[in-house]
């Protein structure tokens, strides 16, 4: 694992970072699952927040499994890389308003405002708290459905709402302090994933965009649902559920 993860870490490092400035970037759309993202608006390749936290995880990850193999020296560096990162996102990928990206070499700011600025909330803990109470706020606001958060802000029309977004967000949100707002997001999505069958998206009106690959139960949509619906049973009593027919995350657990 440890051998195989520092690839992956020098993939990101090397051959996604063109302009050696030590951000990795994306060099297409569908090299972060969220292929039309108006991150890419300007072009590729493009420096974002989402891939920053990744490979700065990634060193952490790394950091704690050099200290189990008995490598101090390894674990120290790791632990810089993974600081190095972190701190290029808070001091140049933070606006004072939101997580913004760039492209790479050129450094011309692309701002954006879907749902993956603010990705970084997979960060949890270690988002400063000013930045961390600033999005909870902006999710509250323009991002809230009954079933999870909206891919893109409330504009008076239906939205609508990716599971893997809830994924990588809510945990991270009730980690950050933000626990009502999360559980109460992450019931609503595991609920209508529990009466509709879990799909990759939907509408925010609970109903699927019509049949295809990605509104028909799959592997992937049901994982998701799993991830979530697991961290809620692990967070929530079952007998707080908001509603009176059998928990679904009951049945989860048996």
Same mark, same amino acid.
């Given at each position: 694992? /440890?051998?195989?993860?520092? !690839?992956?870490? *020098?993939? $990101?490092?090397?051959?996604?970072?063109?302009?050696?400035?030590?951000?990795?970037? /994306?060099?297409?759309? @569908?090299?972060? *699952? /969220?292929?039309?993202?108006?991150?890419?608006?300007?072009g590729?390749?493009?420096?974002t927040?989402?891939?920053?936290?990744?490979?700065?995880?990634?060193?952490?990850?790394?950091?704690?499994?050099?200290?189990?193999?008995?490598? +101090?020296?390894?674990?120290?560096?790791?632990?810089?890389?993974?600081?190095?990162?972190?701190? !290029?996102?808070?001091?140049?990928?933070?606006?004072?308003?939101?997580?913004?990206?760039?492209l790479?070499?050129?450094?011309?700011?692309?701002?954006?405002?879907?749902?993956?600025?603010?990705?970084?909330f997979?960060? *949890?803990?270690?988002? +400063?708290?000013?930045i961390?109470?600033?999005?909870?706020?902006?999710?509250?606001?323009?991002?809230?459905?009954?079933?999870?958060?909206?891919?893109?802000?409330?504009?008076?029309?239906?939205?609508?709402?990716?599971?893997?977004?809830?994924?990588?967000?809510?945990?991270?949100?009730?980690?950050?302090?933000?626990?009502?707002?999360?559980?109460r997001?992450?019931?609503?999505?595991?609920?209508? *994933?529990?009466?509709?069958d879990?799909?990759?998206?939907?509408?925010?009106?609970?109903?699927?965009?019509?049949?295809?690959?990605?509104?028909?139960?799959?592997?992937?949509?049901?994982?998701? $649902?799993?991830? @979530?619906?697991?961290?809620? /049973?692990?967070?929530e009593? +079952?007998?707080?559920?908001?509603?009176? !027919?059998?928990?679904?995350?009951?049945?989860?657990?048996?």
């Amino acid at each position: 694992m /440890y051998d195989g993860l520092t !690839k992956l870490f *020098g993939f $990101w490092t090397t051959l996604r970072d063109t302009d050696n400035d030590g951000v990795p970037q /994306y060099n297409h759309g @569908c090299e972060s *699952g /969220y292929d039309f993202s108006l991150m890419f608006a300007k072009g590729v390749p493009v420096e974002t927040p989402d891939i920053i936290c990744y490979v700065a995880l990634l060193a952490e990850a790394l950091a704690q499994l050099a200290a189990g193999l008995s490598k +101090p020296g390894d674990a120290a560096k790791w632990r810089e890389k993974s600081d190095f990162l972190l701190g !290029k996102l808070f001091t140049e990928f933070w606006n004072g308003e939101r997580f913004i990206a760039k492209l790479s070499g050129l450094h011309e700011t692309v701002v954006f405002d879907e749902l993956e600025a603010y990705l970084p909330f997979m960060l *949890g803990k270690r988002l +400063p708290p000013e930045i961390a109470g600033k999005m909870a706020a902006d999710l509250q606001a323009s991002y809230t459905s009954p079933h999870g958060l909206l891919s893109r802000p409330k504009d008076g029309k239906p939205g609508t709402i990716m599971g893997f977004s809830q994924v990588k967000i809510l945990p991270g949100l009730f980690e950050t302090g933000h626990r009502e707002q999360a559980l109460r997001l992450l019931r609503g999505f595991v609920d209508h *994933g529990a009466e509709h069958d879990p799909v990759f998206f939907f509408s925010e009106d609970g109903s699927n965009l019509g049949t295809n690959q990605f509104t028909s139960m799959s592997a992937l949509s049901a994982a998701q $649902w799993l991830a @979530c619906a697991n961290f809620l /049973y692990e967070n929530e009593a +079952p007998m707080s559920m908001s509603s009176s !027919k059998p928990a679904p995350l009951q049945e989860v657990a048996i």
